[in-house]
């Protein structure tokens, strides 16, 4: 069973569209974050949500919007694409408290 | 703000030899973990081996061991008898123990070839 999914694992958009990707998690965890890996492979958080709420918001411009429906999901939202915008996204989650992290298999983002 | 510098870029080691990735961090903390992470080509990140701060014994998980050295903020991951399937990048992690800082900071990773 797969423990952190991402959907889709490809995403290939027009600069100025609207996309969202989406996470789950299914290993009852508190915390979910998302991270962006540039195409120098340096990774980055964006985004944790513990239960429902945000708890790490780091400078990322408000075109990208996580909204979590539940405690397993987390969906990011991202509002205006622009080329910069093009990476590798990583939903992860843990418990709270936990150091262990499980991330999910990435999306690839490309904008034209 | 904590930093981890990873200054190989990319590394490579002939198949059975052992090879040692070198991280190095920055700190004011007492009590935090530190993580080594793989990135095969498939893109998944998989946990490779974790340390926490306030243990003074090196980590081990079967051919993977690190080399903590805690008042040089060094933090080394050895290979032993590498693998063909060893390739992958190689991510240091830091974290805080503080509550409310989950995020993982993340050296810029280091390339492994693994020659046969």
């Known amino acids: 069973d797969t423990a952190v999914s991402q959907t889709p694992k490809y995403l290939v958009t027009q600069m100025g569209n609207d996309k969202s990707i989406k996470c789950e998690q299914n290993?009852?965890?508190?915390?979910m974050y998302w991270y962006k890996q540039d195409s120098k492979k340096f990774l980055k958080i964006m985004f944790s949500?513990?239960?429902?709420?945000?708890?790490i918001n780091e400078t990322v411009p408000n075109r990208f919007s996580p909204k979590s429906p539940d405690k397993a999901h987390l969906n990011l939202h991202i509002n205006s694409l622009e080329l910069g915008d093009s990476a590798v996204y990583f939903c992860?989650?843990?418990?709270?408290?936990?150091?262990?992290?499980?991330f999910g298999p990435g999306t690839r983002l490309t904008v034209l | 703000a904590q930093t981890v510098t990873q200054s190989q870029p990319e590394m490579s080691v002939q198949e059975a030899e052992t090879v040692t990735l070198s991280c190095t961090y920055d700190?004011?903390?007492?009590?935090?973990?530190l993580f080594w992470y793989k990135q095969p080509p498939s893109r998944q990140m998989i946990l490779v081996i974790r340390?926490?701060?306030?243990?003074?014994q090196n980590a081990t998980e079967n051919r993977f061991s690190v080399n903590f050295q805690k008042a040089a903020k060094s933090f080394s991951l050895k290979i032993s008898d590498s693998q063909l399937g060893d390739a992958a990048m190689y991510f240091c992690?830091?974290?805080?123990?503080?509550?409310?800082?989950?995020?993982?900071?993340f050296g810029k990773g280091t390339k492994l070839t693994v020659n046969p």
């Open positions: 992860a989650s843990s418990q709270v408290g936990a150091e262990v992290k499980f």
């Open positions: 290993l009852g965890h508190d915390t």
């Open positions: 949500y513990n239960n429902k709420e945000l708890i």
């Open positions: 700190t004011s903390e007492s009590d935090y973990y």
């Open positions: 340390q926490e701060a306030y243990k003074q």
């Open positions: 992690a830091y974290r805080s123990p503080r509550g409310g800082s989950e995020k993982l900071v």
